[in-house]
């Protein structure tokens, strides 16, 4: 069971990677194109992808007062490059699905 899990997130990185992949020569075609050094926020992509969905939760209270730490996280993702959340989530699923070795005494 365990090795089924460890394959998932090593197939999950795989594709967080690949999407990271997309997203930067997307960035890169547009910075060709405007010539100027342009990315898209993390916050933009997902409001064009699930739309204002973090602002309603941030202004409805959803967050307790004491996620305070995590409300401010969540706002430093969003001005972050997709590119760049995207290959951080794709290395951290890729080390925790890496196969642990095992020591042996190979020189006995």
């Known amino acids: ?4 899990i460890r394959v998932l997130c090593r197939l999950g990185g795989c594709g967080f990677l690949a999407a990271a992949l997309v997203v930067a020569v997307v ?6 194109a405007q010539s100027s050094l342009t990315f898209t926020s993390f916050g933009d ?3 064009t992808i699930v739309g204002d969905s973090l602002t309603l939760t941030a ?3 959803a967050l307790p007062m004491s996620a305070a730490f ?3 996280s969540l706002e430093l993702l969003t001005y ?3 590119f760049m959340v995207f290959a ?3 290395l951290l699923l890729m080390w925790i699905g ?6 042996s005494l190979s020189y006995v």
């Open 70 to 72: 995590t409300s401010s």
């Open 80 to 82: 972050l490059p997709v």
């Open 27 to 32: 960035d890169g075609s547009k910075m060709i």
């Open 1 to 4: 069971m365990l090795a089924l």
């Open 88 to 90: 951080i989530a794709g």
């Open 45 to 47: 992509f997902w409001a």
């Open 59 to 61: 202004s409805a209270g």
């Open 98 to 103: 890496w196969p642990r070795q095992t020591r």
